[in-house]
């Protein structure tokens, strides 16, 4: 019994002295193991109802059971005066028990009538059981009367009346005819509560003879029956239609009583005529909802379970055609006394304190007496350690000795509650009742019970342990009042070994238990929908994951029943195959895996449909999910369940729950989770201190749903944090501070109110204790006062109103840095060649630094040219060495001059001081090329070559180089010559040249490390008038001289690079030269930065388009292909840094493109078409030897025989592989012989004419035409013919021929 409810019942200022001494009420357990050697006062465990109807042919037993220790004697009371049992031989005990069992065989029941009270006493008290009141079970014959018959007449009311004898129990009473048939029964005939038979008008075919009336008693099983009742309706003088009167209970108003608890039946049974209508209804109330129900064709209304507010007026409400009338009950609920506490059993400690409380109530309220052992207290032994207060008894300082049995009584006018209560005064060390070693196992995410049951006095505190470890009450763990450890949500690491100790002042007592959390079932893959033809074959899968423990079970059910009967229905281990799939087989497939801890399921719909084609059906959007509902409501996770809308013929694939947090981020959803279309609820796994509120959205092939009509609010308790702050930095920013930065957790991760953070910060490996201050809303803050650059740990901790967050991870930093104290020392210059030199240094000492050392920048510049004044300094270029380098190579150095270099280190804070100046000299280098350079014409053979001397002399000119070679029409080049000229010389006039003659030039610079750049020019000299010829032209001869060549301007571009110098531009970049060809422009230049960055620019000049830019590749020359004849370029040469910005430039050139200059040749001075034509003339000079030597060797050709033999000779062409004439027709005589030449063999085919030609020729000879060709023609029969064949048909000369192809 809980102390603050005890102690709310006792009031008053006594009570609550003696609150700090209440003891909580202790069930003695029963396990015999604990019972053996505790005392015990005696409790009644069984005993017989209060009022108790025996059958008279049966034994009387009277059943008295109780427990105690020891073990209790046992007496009896009967009617309130000692009843010795003993001394009546119809009378036995049994052993051990206080039982009474009475023969009355040979004995009338009646003798044992009376009232019976059982008193259960050992050494420690007495028990009492309740007054059991024994009465025989009578069943009376029906007195002897005989019955009139009775006449009525037609459409009167009629009472029959039933008058059973009184039994006990009362009987049951029911009507039926002769035939033992049940009279039927309708709203106008009823049998009332008291038994008669009502009409509420008669009918003519009322008339019978057989109205029997019968009563049966239970208790004997006996039925006792009425002498038959005779009615007789006459029609002489029938009623006539009236409205509605009350039968019974008569007049308009009454009254009932009822007890709380039990059933109220009223009733109200009208006349009239049409047979009347009866309601009910509650005057100023409502009928109680789900308690009542109406018989006997609503004239009777039961309302069960009666309760205070059932008491008031009921209207019943007769109602027919001719009018309505009304009957007022007035129902008075009382109560017989009813427990609010009752008494408990009490074990206290010597010196404790403790409280026995009665308190009932009823109607009228019920009067409480207290008995100690069965005698009322106020005639009991005075106990100064005992206090009354109405229905408390109050027992302070209890003594060893003072056990004892208390009963408390309520009685009214109704009945009477009687209850014991023994209070136990012991002295017992701890005992735990679970048994040992018990093995619970539970599901992840379940909720795990772990029993310690305990004994002892005083009462035993109970402490859980974990692998050694203490348990306290709160966080995932609960200790409850019993001594049950829970937690609420298990997880794998929860499973081990646990250990609960019951203790008292007495002693201590431990037991082990182990827990183990078993993996859920799941099911992996579920049952997918299906759309099966007739007669085809339908297979669901259903592969499940589990605790490889745990021996799951599958289950296969077909619209939530069992599988059809059916050897078509294959089940394997985890698929169901359904084989020759009929009509009757769609429905819907649920797969359940079982197991002995949990199971889940999946369910799948499976559509037959017909083998023909079917149109196809228009697919749309699934319709919103409804019905949305929260269950299985958790501290961290609730069920949601919806029903699917109309899928739209397409079958949902999935259904997508979203959330929105209506305390953090109102009027935003988030993605939650998403589950297989076949589901209709999902676990979700929900975040403290949230107001969640959810909608499902479903899937098909066609889309998304709307969203469905959020749910209701659910709000999750606060907790403390789960997680801490992320991205955790420190950063130095000073050299005396230090800034810690965090990524701040949102609201729906602060898991309660009043979120802040609790930043913590020592030195690292300085035993020193932890810094701490705790920020609310910001993410950094700013360590002040730190030593420059040294270790820190930090960690940053989430806390709220709840509790502390998980241990956070410690993320080293680092305080600020400050700049470097020292310079690099021992600075060595070693130069390698005029452009390149290398440096090096020694490290500088990392105490030093006062940071993280990024490198050393390494700065140079020229001082002076050693050849020529420079027109202004040169600004220092630097040089970036990452880390621990202690060497570097400097480029892009100008030959021949004076450097100065330093170095010095740098960290994350700045630069260190520089080390002292150091000087050096740069050797010479090959000069750059001449500038200027040109070529002009003096003479037809003769040539002036100038130019100006290099802009970058990198040292003493020793002299130039003078290449050139002549360059014929095929572009093929001539012999060179080489000239070596002065370092003073400018120009050089070149004579005795070739006239009309392209030349082309080489011109390079010296000094003493050799030769520069090269620069080329070409030039053509002046062409000799005199050798220009004009070929006169014969007229009619059709021949026309090639027409005179263009004029050679006197210099020209060639198609060879042309050399273009251009000004150095920007700090880095020296002078830039460009040469173009037809396709491309090759671009060279001069730099001394890094050329890692390096692009080439151009674009076409006049012209909105954007640059193009190509890598360069650390080259000093880049080729640039793709260029447009005939157009305009600029171009120019760019350094970027690493962010692509643009930090040095040349200046842009301007480059031109030449057009595509036509070779056009003249054919016939070529060679190899000379040596071809003269071929050709000799083959023709071949065959025409041949054609006459074959003439004059022939006679004729007997044509006319072989016309006489051939009506119809075949045209035979000449067959172009062996040579070899073909005949022709008298069709063909007329055209001109297409050759003559000879078979390859020498001979004629057999079949060939040995006729000559001459024979066919005009005039009898052959001819030929003034170019040799053969013209005989073939004469034929008509000499029109010939003639007409032969007009205009001379045949091409070579000659001809050759002018054709020209």
Known sequence: MDRKRNCTLCGGAVMMLLLGHMTTALEVPLD????????????????????????????????????????????????????????????????????????????????????????????????????????????????????????????????????????????????????????????????????????????????????????????????????????????????????????HPPGTHSTATVLKGDTLELECIADGLPTPDISWSKVNGELPSGRFLFHSFQKTLKITEVTDTDGGDYRCLANNLLGSNHHIITVVVKAAPFWISAPQNLIL?????????????????????????????????????????????????VQTGSSAVYQCNASNEYGYLLANAFVSVLAEPPRVLTPPNHVYSVITNSRALLDCASFGSPLPKITWFKDSQSILDGGSYIIHQNGTLEINVAQPLNSGKYTCMASNNLGNKENHVYLEVKEPTRILKQPEYKVVQRNGVAVFECKVKHDPTLLPTMIWLKDNGELPDDVRFELGSDSLTIHDVREDDKGTYTCIRNTTLDHDSASATLTVVEATPTPPIGLEQPDPPTDLELTDQREHSVQLTWTPGDEHNSPIKSFLIQYEDSLHERGIWANMTEVSGTSTTARLELSPYVYYSFRVLALNEVGLSEPSVPSRQYRTNPAQPDMNPSNVKAVGTSPDSMTITWKELTGLESNGPGLQYKVSWRQKDVDQDWNSLTLANVSQYVVTGTDTFVPYEVTVQAINDYGLGPRPEVVLGYSGEDSPTVAPENVQVSVQNGTVAEVHWDTVPLSTVRGRLKGYKVSYWKLRSLHKQDSEPEKPRVLIFSGNETEGHLSGLHPYSQYSLNIRAFNGKGDGPSSSDQHFLTPEGVPGPPAEFKVRNMDLDSLIVEWAPPLEDNGHLTGYLLKYQPINTTDELGPLKELFLLA?????????????????????AMTVKGSGPTVTEEAVTVMDEALIRHPAVK???????????????????????????????????????????????????????????????????????????EFVNGTRTYQIRGLKPGMSYRVRVVAKDHSDETVHSTEELLITVPAMTSKQVDIATQG???????????????????????????????????????????????????????????????????????????????????DSLVDYGEGGDGQFNEDGSFIGQYSGKKEKDTAEGNESSEAPSPVNAMNSFV
């Open 349 to 397: 400690a010597p010196k404790e304190t403790g409280m026995l409380t009665c308190r009932v109530d009823g109607n009228p309220r019920p009067k409480v007496t207290w008995s100690v052992n069965g005698v009322a207290i106020e005639n009991s032994p005075k106990d100064p350690s005992r206090k009354i207060e109405d229905d408390v008894i109050i027992l302070s300082d």
């Open 1035 to 1109: 007229a009619g001869k059709g021949s026309v001289s090639p027409p005179p060549p263009p004029p050679t301007p006197l210099v020209t571009q060639s198609l060879q690079p042309l050399l273009h110098n251009a000004p150095p531009a920007g700090r880095m970049f020296g002078s830039v030269n460009s040469s173009v060809e037809e396709d491309h422009a090759m671009i060279c230049w001069e730099y001394s930065g890094p050329d890692r960055n390096v692009f080439v620019e151009y674009v076409v000049d006049n012209s909105k388009e954007p640059w193009k830019t």
């Open 32 to 247: 015999p193991k604990v019972l053996e050697g505790l005392p015990q006062p005696p409790t009644i465990t069984h005993q017989s109802p209060k009022d108790y109807i025996i059958d008279p042919r049966e034994n009387i037993i009277i059943h008295c059971e109780a427990k105690g220790k020891p073990h209790p004697s046992f007496s009896w009371t009967r009617n309130s005066t000692h009843f010795d049992v003993e001394k009546d031989s119809k009378v036995i005990m049994k052993p051990n028990s206080g039982t009474l069992v009475i023969d009355i065989s040979d004995e009338k029941a009646e003798a044992y009538e009376g009232i019976y009270q059982c008193i259960a006493r050992n050494e420690h008290g007495s028990a009492v059981s309740n007054n059991i009141v024994i009465r025989q079970s009578r069943s009376p014959l029906w007195s002897k009367e005989k019955n009139e018959p009775i006449t009525v007449q037609r459409g009167m009311s009629l009472v029959l009346q039933c008058r059973p004898p009184a039994g006990l129990p009362p009987p049951i009473i029911f009507w039926m005819d002769n035939n033992f048939q049940r009279l039927p029964q309708s709203s106008r005939v009823s049998q009332a509560l008291n038994g008669d038979l009502y009409f509420s008008n008669v009918l003519m075919d009322d008339t019978r003879n057989d109205y029997i009336c019968y009563a049966r008693f239970p208790h004997t099983q006996t039925i006792q029956q009425k002498q038959p009742i005779t009615v007789n309706v006459l029609d002489n003088s029938p009623s006539g239609e009236r409205a509605p009167s009350f039968m």
């Open 984 to 1004: 003073n010389e400018t120009s050089i006039t070149l004579d005795n040249l070739k006239y009309s003659t392209r030349y082309k030039f080489y011109l390079n």
């Open 1168 to 1250: 190899w078409f000379i040596g071809l034509m003269c071929a050709i003339a000799l083959l023709i000079l071949v065959l025409l030897i041949v054609c006459f030597i074959k003439r004059n060797k022939g006679g004729k050709y007997p044509v006319k025989e072989k016309e006489d033999a051939h009506q119809d000779p075949e045209i035979q062409p000449m067959k172009e592989d062996d040579g070899t004439f073909g005949e022709y027709s008298d069709t063909e005589d007329h055209k001109p012989l297409k050759s003559s030449r000879t078979p390859s063999n020498g001979t004629a085919k057999k079949d060939d004419s040995d």
